[in-house]
């Protein structure tokens, strides 16, 4: 039903311009062009690892106001993401042998090398819709949904917002909720959590032995989980030259939150790999933020300052400070630098690899993502506007992520293997205004 509404949403805007543009073709005489009265952003945005992951998005975003301050606003996002990515097994001084999600076919990985599945590829299309509309004079509504679709995922999402203008449109309250439900089909149906990956056919009598044993550790063929979140935001205008917001939000997330494509070496006191196995984290999380930006006017730039803070009970803490500067050039082009910084500590169950005499934890994972890491992204954006008026602009960043030693004792030839190498992306981005 979600998925009817929102696609209905942006077939009548579609429908909408496409009128509007016969009949401005046909009446010379009206009074303004009813296609001026949308506004359309469009992006296009490359992302691209070295030697790993790889995106490329493109987004096409509408906007009208139906005067009185009620406005619709839409957004069309496609994207296709390939490359590599790390399984979660450790390096090893020997050649590795790794079953592919599906469980039909096998890859290798070389000495010495990260393990990397070279077979990640996924296309993405999202659509969502917004209606916003004054409830009084000094209170407004906001309402909208969200579907997006993977290979593998769905996404399904309503969100609601309500925000309170006070102190002569100084002072701004907001108090808003969202909840999600997302299904996830993986390729090969979702693994029992702690079963051995069993990866090598070579090692079994025959292929139908090997199939049966990979089809046992196989749990199911989808799973689900839901979100909740709720915010609250305060927006202070303080001059006419400095303004600043603060958010706290609360998070719930509820069912099926391990990745089934990600599993956790076990490794033998000399530090050669003796099995992997497949994953294991909670099945539920809990998580707050606060959130605090602050912009400034200066008679040559706007300066725009911010910083989040963010807690779980996985005992993930992380900082992210953030700044861009907005400068002038000409009467209508500008320069934004934007610098990024980021902090994050592990999770309580995270592990690169675990020690095969201990007792295999009810969770585990050797993702990275959940792993110590500090991150810094760097970048510059131009923008100007053609000669008929039309804004458009490109942005150009690097972004490199170095993960830190969690402190687990490295056994024998560990010793010698690259545990936490590092990550680095450029990311490229074009926006245009019709």
């Known amino acids: 039903m979600q998925l009817k509404d929102v696609s209905g949403l942006i077939a009548s805007a579609a429908c909408c311009l496409i009128s509007a543009d016969v009949i401005a073709n046909e009446s010379i ?139 002569f449109n100084n002072t701004s309250y907001t108090l808003g909720g969202s909840y999600a439900y997302d299904e996830i089909e993986p390729e090969g149906g979702i693994p029992i959590a702690l079963t051995k990956h069993y990866s090598d056919p070579a090692l079994f009598a025959s292929q139908a032995l090997f199939d049966q044993a990979y089809s046992s550790t196989i749990a199911t063929t989808s799973s689900d989980k839901q979100t909740f979140d709720m915010l609250f935001g305060v927006t202070q205008v303080w001059t006419k030259r400095l303004i600043t917001l603060i958010n706290v939000g609360i998070s719930k997330v509820d069912g099926y939150i391990t990745d089934p494509f990600k599993i956790v070496s076990r490794v033998q006191s000399d530090g050669y790999t003796l099995d992997n196995i497949n994953e294991s984290r909670p099945d539920s999380r809990n998580k707050q933020s606060y959130f605090m930006q602050s912009k400034y ?11 989040r803070y963010s807690t779980d009970d996985w005992e993930i803490n992380s900082h992210t400070l953030e700044s861009r500067i907005h400068i002038p050039s000409k009467l209508t082009s500008y320069w934004q630098p934007h610098v990024r910084i980021y902090q994050q500590s592990a999770a309580e169950f995270y592990a690169p690899f675990i020690l095969s005499q201990n007792e295999t934890p009810n969770y585990v994972s050797a993702d990275y993502r959940i792993g110590d890491l500090n ?60």
């Open 29 to 167: 005489n009206t009074e303004s062009d009813w296609l001026d009265d949308w506004q359309i952003d469009s992006a296009l945005m490359l992302y691209s690892e070295v030697d790993r992951v790889s995106a490329l998005e493109a987004v096409f975003s509408f906007k009208k106001d139906f005067k009185d301050e009620h406005i619709f606003s839409g957004k069309l996002v496609i994207d296709s993401l390939t490359g590599a990515s790390a399984n979660g097994a450790v390096s090893q001084p020997n050649v590795q042998t790794f079953t592919r999600p599906s469980g039909n076919a096998q890859y290798t990985i070389k000495a010495n090398e990260t393990p990397l599945d070279d077979t990640f590829k996924d296309t993405r299309v999202q659509i969502n819709g917004q209606w916003t509309s004054p409830f009084s004079a000094d209170i407004t509504t906001s309402f909208g949904g969200q579907l997006s679709k993977e290979y593998d995922y769905l996404s399904l999402s309503v969100n609601g917002s309500i925000s309170w203008d006070t102190n």
């Open 297 to 307: 006017h200066f008679d040559w730039a706007i300066f725009d300052v911010s910083y």
């Open 375 to 434: 991150a810094i992204t760097l970048g510059l954006k131009y923008g100007d506007q053609t000669q008929a008026g039309n804004p458009y602009s490109i942005r150009l960043e690097y972004y490199y992520q170095t993960s830190e030693d969690s402190g687990h004792a490295r056994p024998g030839v560990l010793q010698q293997q690259d545990l936490y190498p590092s990550v680095s992306a450029i990311v490229v981005q074009y926006n245009y205004r019709f």
